[in-house]
């Protein structure tokens, strides 16, 4: 054996074969539950991507996101948790703009509603600028059809 990843392998296959389960099945569920910082991204692409659109051409700006949360509730829930150090309703544009800076490139899997389908989400930085604001967009790819 001489390993630990393959004591691992051992110890893993007779949890399996004897019915207990997989001890590394909840792996993923604690990591998710764990990282407030990755519940908040996974709300903001689930949100933003229905209110704001998916794909090459919905792009839009912190300024256009915060004027269409003004009738998109769930979208200004999670723009307001997106500033933990403001005080109140009113949304800060450079506050989010910050959080946005902090999330590009990061992919994100999401399940539907089925458990189904998963797909990864990321939040991309355009290079076009609108207004000299920073525009951005959400994409998304297929990773498994379960």
């Not at 691992?8 to 910082?37: F, K, M, N, T, Y």
């Not at 090459?56 to 829930?77: C, F, H, M, N, Q």
């Not at 800076?101 to 076009?128: F, I, M, N, T, Y």
Request: with cysteine; net charge positive.
């Amino acid at each position: 054996m001489g390993s630990y990843p393959a004591w691992d392998r051992i110890a893993r296959a007779i949890c399996l074969w004897l019915g207990v389960g997989d001890p590394c099945g909840g792996r993923d569920d604690v990591r998710s539950e764990a990282d407030p910082e990755r519940d908040l991204l996974r709300q903001f692409l689930t949100v933003a991507g229905d209110h704001m659109g998916i794909g090459r051409e919905d792009t839009w700006t912190v300024g256009e996101i915060i004027t269409k949360s003004a009738v998109a509730a769930p979208l200004r829930d999670v723009l307001i948790a997106m500033q933990p150090y403001r005080q109140g309703e009113q949304l800060d544009s450079k506050a989010i703009g910050y959080k946005l800076r902090g999330w590009k490139q990061r992919p994100l899997s999401l399940r539907d509603a089925h458990g189904g389908a998963v797909w990864d989400r990321r939040l991309v930085r355009c290079e076009e600028k609108r207004q000299g604001a920073n525009t951005w967009r959400i994409e998304e790819r297929e990773v498994r059809h379960a």
